[in-house]
């Protein structure tokens, strides 16, 4: 990003990514076996122009500009090329106790199709504002609104089996409040974060298994209020030996609020623990690396309506891990061995497909 005598700054870039899928379903009870394949690509170019006017004020405009198209084997496909453009205007203010972000972001994507008929031109403004103040020493208090607006992609719309052509836009929008704090004790390297947000979601863009794969589906409106703490911790035992700890506590509530006449209405909505946590702690030596990692999630509902009938029960899940480097020469090699699901339970993530119990993965990586 070259420099100029007036504070300007300016950044452009060019890309193209192609992806390629296929699914093959052989089974004697198709009279042709399941064939799908999908070609997806995407041209892209974005610029960056950025101003500082002085230490304090600094405005940033961002344009970038997307060409998607599909094809597929499948006599369904529409052949989309979506064409996207995202414009956003950012300023920030700094100082030494406060620092104030807005955005306005203008998105517009319009979309053709080879048969059938293309989903109408889409255009939102998503205004977005935050602020970071620094009450003492290093603990900050923040606050934000952010304007989301999601476009179902061509995976959501038109893989079969999976998209539904049916999906609207999702428009979310979020209030946000936490604090922060990071300081020493000792040798040791300490910080805190605890958020809480609220968030009204309308026509919310989720995934739901079926009896054999994930299918999209829009909830009208959804409700969501949830906290968010982590704690990490960096201690130097020696000057060889290494100690981290990272932990995280979430607690979510998100509540269909789409029909007031359903038996769902004002229910946790499906695969979204109320409570959910990690835990990794690390000692790295001159030696081996040695890892301990902990999953927990709470009760979760596989159906819309949260009854015991469709409960799946918490679970937690331990793993330990062993890892090294070793060098030869101009190569690098790592090795790490896994002991995972120390706790051997076979839980359910997605209702009726348990996890495999305890098990053991033996990784290799060259790097030349």
């Given at each position: 990003?070259?420099?100029?005598?007036?504070?300007l700054k300016i950044?452009?870039s060019?890309?193209?990514?192609?992806?390629?899928?296929?699914?093959?379903d052989?089974?004697?009870?198709?009279?042709e076996p399941?064939?799908?394949?999908?070609l997806?690509q995407e041209?892209?170019?974005s610029f960056?122009?950025q101003?500082c006017?002085g230490?304090?004020?600094?405005f940033?405009l961002?344009?970038?500009?997307f060409?998607?198209r599909?094809?597929?084997?499948?006599?369904?496909c529409?052949?989309?090329?979506?064409?996207?453009s995202?414009?956003s205007?950012n300023a920030?203010?700094?100082?030494?106790?406060?620092?104030?972000?807005?955005?306005?972001t203008a998105?517009?994507?319009?979309?053709?199709?080879?048969?059938?008929?293309a989903?109408?031109?889409r255009?939102?403004l998503?205004p977005?504002?935050?602020?970071?103040?620094?009450?003492a020493?290093?603990?900050?208090?923040?606050?934000?609104y952010?304007?989301g607006?999601?476009?179902p992609?061509f995976n959501?719309?038109?893989?079969?089996?999976?998209?539904?052509?049916?999906?609207?836009?999702e428009?979310a929008r979020?209030t946000?409040l936490?604090?922060?704090?990071?300081?020493?004790a000792?040798?040791?390297?300490?910080?805190?974060t605890?958020?809480g947000y609220?968030?009204?979601?309308k026509?919310?863009?989720?995934?739901v298994?079926?009896?054999f794969?994930?299918?999209?589906?829009?909830?009208g409106?959804v409700r969501m209020?949830?906290?968010?703490?982590?704690?990490?911790a960096?201690?130097?035992?020696?000057d060889r030996?290494?100690f981290r700890l990272n932990a995280g506590?979430?607690?979510?509530?998100?509540?269909?609020l789409?029909?007031?006449?359903?038996?769902?209405?004002g229910?946790?909505i499906?695969?979204?623990p109320?409570?959910s946590?990690n835990?990794?702690?690390s000692l790295e030596?001159p030696?081996?690396n040695?890892?301990?990692?902990?999953v927990?999630s709470?009760r979760?509902?596989y159906l819309?309506q949260?009854?015991?009938a469709?409960?799946l029960a918490?679970y937690f899940?331990?793993s330990i891990?062993?890892?090294r480097?070793?060098r030869?020469r101009?190569?690098?090699l790592?090795a790490?061995?896994?002991a995972?699901?120390?706790?051997?339970v076979n839980?359910?993530?997605?209702h009726?497909?348990?996890m495999?119990g305890?098990n053991?993965?033996l990784?290799?990586?060259?790097?030349?």
């Open positions: 990003m070259p420099d100029y005598s007036n504070g950044k452009s060019v890309g193209y990514n192609l992806e390629w899928n296929r699914y093959l052989v089974s004697t009870f198709y009279a399941e064939d799908d394949r999908y997806q041209w892209s170019a960056i122009g101003y006017a230490e304090a004020l600094r940033v961002a344009q970038d500009l060409v998607n599909l094809s597929s084997s499948i006599p369904e529409p052949f989309p090329t979506r064409l996207s995202i414009t205007l920030q203010f700094r100082s030494d106790r406060l620092t104030v972000t807005a955005c306005l998105t517009a994507i319009t979309e053709s199709v080879e048969t059938g008929e989903a109408p031109s255009f939102r998503s977005n504002v935050s602020a970071s103040w620094r009450i020493g290093q603990f900050r208090l923040r606050a934000s952010k304007d607006f999601r476009v992609t959501d719309l038109y893989y079969q089996r999976v998209g539904n052509v049916g999906l609207v836009p428009i979020q946000g936490g604090a922060t704090w990071s300081g020493t000792g040798r040791a390297s300490l910080s805190f605890a958020d609220w968030n009204s979601v026509n919310k863009i989720v995934a298994p079926t009896m794969v994930w299918h999209m589906r829009n909830l409106r209020l949830g906290a968010d703490v982590s704690a990490n960096f201690i130097p035992v020696n030996w290494t506590w979430s607690w979510l509530s998100a509540v269909d789409s029909d007031p006449s359903a038996k769902n209405y229910h946790q499906q695969y979204t109320k409570h946590g835990v990794l702690a030596t030696w081996v040695f890892s301990y990692t902990l927990c709470g979760r509902w819309p949260n009854v015991d469709n409960s918490p899940d331990h891990s062993l890892n480097d070793f030869i101009r190569t690098c790592n790490s061995f896994e995972l699901n120390l706790g051997n839980y359910e993530v997605i009726s497909y348990p495999p305890r053991y993965r990784t290799i990586t060259i790097s030349i």
